[in-house]
């Protein structure tokens, strides 16, 4: 991965720097031959001047004069007629053998036009001319040219400074383009290290978080996030199985020993009777501890789509509080219900009335005789929040952060009868809804299971 971003880095630079080369080199060659048919515009219509106002004699001084002055290498000039014939020139022995254009000459005398510029070869010369034709007489060409040999110098001064920062700049960008692309996949074979750390036995090693707050920390502090939950869920899973282990071998335990002693008596049907009866409410303890566990699973893993509705859980709390008044008056406990203003929320309506079971079934289940247990439900901050509260032993502190985990049971409860799926169930429909559950409980002053669920304003 290191070596292709490296690749990508010097390509891009690459590219770049000949892109940006590539413009300035024709910039450069424009200026050029702007400023060299600058001068040869310049020279030939002083000339022509020269030709119109003093005849030809002070035009050939003239032109001698310019060419001495600015190099016989490096310009000449030569006078003929429309036939070709030469009849005036500069020392052309540098210049020899170079020809006439007669495009640029049927241009000047046919066309009518000012002048014409053309680049010509210069015989056995590794560069070109400039070459201005322009008629300054009826039966008169001026030939003026200049040599581009500085001007070749100067492109091929060019070509190899190009060509030698572009090695340097190369050597430069793979260096470059190698240590960013190391310093950019620190962090990710950080994460990679890390992963292959990890294992089911082996779950505290981390991705280190540089702090530099790029992409890379995102993605470190999102890595151990996940490992946290992975930690979480397996120690779960492990707590659950130990749980299950426990809470099945009892009854598993209990029906064994009822059939031995059964087997083993000497009791006739009525026995066997009895043996049955009680397997089979064993059995039926059993099957629902599992099916609330499946309940739970699936509901926290969402994978049974909830039909959601308008639910007044106002209603359904008093529904929920007339249902258990019997089982509170067995007990001598006072029931109370404060649901009387519609409170809609957006669920299922039999998740929610389970949900309110558990609830007041537990509050009524570990309060002492005479007591009391409060239902109440209200708006408040556009949320629909349902109180449980019961003034019954409480729950000691320490139990709070696990009261929700499945099979757990306080010290309190297990005089009394169930499997610690309650709350654990409680919690799950309360998430699937969106919602909050909080739990206020001291020792001796009671406890209270608040929850909230977004509200759903009738329309």
């Given at each position: 991965m290191a070596f292709r971003l490296t690749l990508w880095y010097v390509f891009v630079f690459v590219l770049s720097a000949t892109v940006a080369f590539a413009l300035f080199y024709l910039l450069i060659l424009r200026l050029i031959s702007q400023r060299t048919d600058e001068d040869l515009i310049t020279n030939a219509n002083r000339l022509a001047q020269v030709y119109?106002?003093?005849?030809?004699?002070?035009?050939?001084?003239?032109?001698?004069?310019?060419?001495?002055?600015?190099?016989?290498?490096?310009?000449?000039?030569?006078?003929?007629?429309?036939?070709?014939?030469?009849?005036?020139?500069?020392?052309?022995?540098?210049?020899?053998?170079?020809?006439?254009?007669?495009?640029?000459?049927?241009?000047?005398?046919?066309?009518?036009?000012?002048?014409?510029?053309?680049?010509?070869?210069?015989?056995?010369r590794p560069y070109n001319a400039r070459i201005i034709y322009k008629r300054i007489g009826i039966n008169v060409v001026l030939q003026l040219g200049v040599s581009l040999q500085n001007e070749s110098h100067l492109?091929?001064?060019?070509?190899?400074?190009?060509?030698?920062?572009?090695?340097?700049?190369?050597?430069?960008?793979?260096?470059?383009?190698?240590?960013?692309?190391?310093?950019?996949?620190?962090?990710?074979?950080?994460?990679?290290?890390?992963?292959?750390?990890?294992?089911?036995?082996?779950?505290?090693?981390?991705?280190?978080?540089?702090?530099?707050?790029?992409?890379?920390?995102?993605?470190?502090?999102?890595?151990?996030?996940m490992l946290d939950r992975i930690k979480q869920l397996i120690s779960g899973i492990r707590q659950m199985n130990d749980n299950i282990a426990h809470d099945l071998r009892s009854p598993i335990a209990r029906i064994r020993g009822l059939a031995e002693v059964t087997l083993t008596s000497d009791g006739g049907m009525e026995e066997y009777a009895q043996m049955a009866a009680s397997t089979i409410e064993e059995c039926d303890r059993l099957l629902q501890m599992i099916n609330t566990m499946l309940t739970i699973s699936r509901t926290e893993a969402g994978v049974d789509p909830i039909t959601l509705e308008n639910v007044d859980l106002a209603k359904v709390a008093r529904e929920a509080c007339v249902l258990f008044q019997p089982l509170a008056e067995d007990k001598q406990i006072s029931l109370h219900c404060s649901a009387d203003s519609p409170c809609s929320v957006r669920g299922n309506e039999q998740m929610l009335q389970r949900l309110i079971a558990n609830l007041v079934d537990n509050a009524i289940k570990y309060t002492d005789m005479n007591g009391s247990v409060w239902v109440t439900v209200n708006s408040a901050d556009g949320n629909v929040v349902m109180e449980v509260r019961d003034n019954g032993p409480g729950i000691p502190p320490e139990d709070h952060r696990r009261i929700f985990q499945r099979f757990f049971r306080g010290d309190q409860s297990r005089s009394v009868g169930g499997a610690g799926l309650g709350l654990s169930l409680a919690q799950a429909i309360v998430r699937a809804h969106g919602g909050s559950i909080i739990l206020q409980s001291m020792p001796g002053q009671g406890s209270t299971f608040t929850i909230a669920l977004p509200r759903q304003d009738s329309h």
């Open positions: 119109a106002l003093e005849g030809g004699e002070m035009l050939r001084r003239a032109a001698l004069l310019q060419v001495q002055t600015t190099g016989e290498q490096k310009m000449f000039f030569r006078l003929f007629y429309p036939s070709g014939v030469f009849f005036s020139s500069s020392n052309m022995t540098y210049w020899k053998n170079i020809g006439i254009d007669r495009k640029a000459v049927d241009a000047v005398l046919e066309e009518g036009r000012l002048f014409s510029l053309v680049t010509q070869p210069i015989p056995r492109v091929e001064t060019f070509k190899r400074t190009f060509v030698i920062t572009m090695s340097v700049l190369l050597l430069i960008a793979v260096g470059l383009g190698w240590i960013m692309a190391r310093s950019a996949l620190a962090g990710v074979a950080s994460v990679t290290q890390t992963a292959q750390k990890i294992s089911e036995e082996d779950l505290d090693t981390r991705v280190p978080v540089l702090h530099r707050h790029d992409e890379i920390d995102q993605l470190a502090v999102t890595f151990n996030q």
